[in-house]
């Protein structure tokens, strides 16, 4: 049965920052045929870019596409993207025949092409992880707000052994440098004026014997680009030339999103992180060196298979240790087709519930003592988006905090000098700085 040509699309982002990235592309790919962004309830084209990382993924995206359905019976054209695209494939189209499209992460370009295909009454699963095709036929960025992000490398080798991200994204490929330095520029000319590059291992970038150092250094060059930032990071691949930059590239900001997962040497081999907690606490110590101001951030999980008591301890102590300003922290999921999946000494719940609030009662008191030590602070904040209140402006912290400004006559994209107020866990009050008048 063939359908009309959708005119109006929506695009569901689930999962990390290159989702974000992803599904802007598929906007702009679409946006280029003449159709136009809607929401949910309209749109005659629906696409879920999906996210597997850890249980239930796949449930939420079932249930989103039962949700679809129209009062009248009818459905939109349904696309499914992302990680759980890749990690189901063709079985969503047969659990939920609904499903028009699946599409996985380095195939999205050929989104259109499937779309007409499905038009035809065709129905179309693309499943090829070719690495880097899809940034050629992407159009060129036109559009951005004052903060944008830029993929420069996809895929892992590291095989963490509690991790989906190498069979959903495929093996590490970095783009080439002259591409992500001219995609820096379009996304400049278009407004940016703060890039964070992205990347399932960013710091594993290396095009022609260059590393993400070089790259950033390249990027510094760019007339009207403020702010750089970069994410995320495995501490295997903190080259020395990356962290200089920290010292000597002022628009690098000073924040560094560096996963560990735990404390304990014999948990960190078991998952095979390949570093331990000292050569950690010895990467962070080089950083320091280089830029002493930095905003540290982590990933932890609790409750790995086989964690005993005294092992979740070790987390609690190296979240001390190295000082963390932030951090997210998950309990360990069991993922379909990961080694630790199998493991021997899986968790009962409850206690990896009681771990999780025990480490992240431990976070959050860190995360509001850093930023009460900025309470007295004069710095930069660039503003992101309008506030709750009239007149009030929220925006981020060269330590990428949540700073609201209350100030007239001020736009989104402003970089204001602040003096900071107040604290609390989730953001700061600042002070604009009175021009006085001589
Ligand atoms: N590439 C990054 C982030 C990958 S996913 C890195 O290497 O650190 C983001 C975070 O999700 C991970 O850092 C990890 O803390 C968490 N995560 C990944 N798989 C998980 C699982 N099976 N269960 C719980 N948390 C998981
Ligand atoms: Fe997953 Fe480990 Fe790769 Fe990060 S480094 S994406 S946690 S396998
Ligand atoms: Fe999720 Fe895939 Fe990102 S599994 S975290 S969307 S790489």
Known sequence: MSTESPKSFHIKNYGCQMNVYD?????????????????????????????????????????????????????????????????????????????????????Y????????????????????????????????????????????????DKFCTYCVVPYTRGAEISRPFADLVDEARALVDAGAREITLLGQNVNAWEADGQDLGTLIRALDRIDGLRRIRYTTSHPNDMTDGLIAAHAEVEKLMPYLHLPVQAGNDRILKAMNRSHSRDSYLRIIEKVRAARPDIALSGDFIVGFPGETDAEFEDTLSILREAAFAQSFS????PRPGTPAATMDGQIAPEVADERLQRLQAQINAQQL???????????????????????????????????????????????VDVDIVEAGPLSLKGELLMQVAA
């Open 369 to 415: 003592a850093f930023n009460q030590a900025t309470v007295g602070k004069r710095t930069s904040v660039l503003l992101e988006k309008q506030g709750r209140f009239d007149g009030q402006l929220i925006g981020r912290s060269p330590w990428l905090q949540s700073v609201h400004i209350l100030g007239e006559g001020l736009s989104i994209g402003d970089i």
């Open 330 to 333: 998950f309990k360990y999921s």
């Open 109 to 156: 370009h050929k989104l259109p092409d499937m779309v007409d295909a499905v038009t035809r009454g065709e129905s179309s699963v693309d499943l090829d992880l070719p690495g880097l095709d899809k940034f050629d036929t992407l159009p060129r960025r036109r559009k951005t707000g004052p903060t944008a992000f830029l993929t420069v490398q996809e895929g892992c």
């Open 23 to 107: 599904g802007e592309r598929m906007a702009e790919m679409f946006a280029a045929r003449g159709m136009e962004a809607s929401d949910k309830a309209d749109a005659d084209l629906v696409i879920l870019n999906t996210c597997h990382i850890r249980e239930k993924a796949a449930e939420k995206v079932y249930s989103e596409i039962g949700r679809l359905r129209r009062k009248d019976g009818s459905s939109p054209l349904i696309a499914v993207a992302g990680c759980v695209a890749q990690a189901e494939g063709g079985e969503i189209s047969r659990r939920a025949s609904e499903v028009d499209i699946v599409v996985g992460p380095q195939a």
